[in-house]
């Protein structure tokens, strides 16, 4: 979040073809499934994800935080996880297939299978 990595990129750069959009990003079935999964069923539209995990609808106030989620998830189902020493960690849940990578400063990335 906040890096200039030479402007803007095409709506749909990841196939897109869902109608929901992250950050002006339509996401890709894959992705939305993994979304899906954190947060339930997601309606089509304009969403805003910010590098603390809070997301909500485009001019909105904050609607979730993905990665208060991912951990919820994680603790509840079992995930495996491994720590770098310096704060950060990787953690994946088995069942299904959602993990996170942080920094131990702040950052996070959610990712899924």
Known sequence: AGLTLGGA???DISGGG???????RELPPTDLAG??????????GRYWLDAEGNAGLEGGPAM???RLLA?????QNGGVGENDGGG????????TGIGIL????????IFTP
């Open 9 to 11: 990129l095409p709506a």
């Open 71 to 75: 951990a919820r998830l994680y603790q």
């Open 64 to 66: 979730v935080n993905l």
């Open 35 to 44: 979304l899906q999964q954190l947060t339930g069923p997601v309606a089509a």
């Open 102 to 109: 942080t920094d131990g400063q702040g950052g996070a990335g």
């Open 18 to 24: 869902t109608g929901v959009f992250i950050n002006g």
């Open 88 to 95: 950060g960690g990787a953690y994946h849940n088995s069942r």
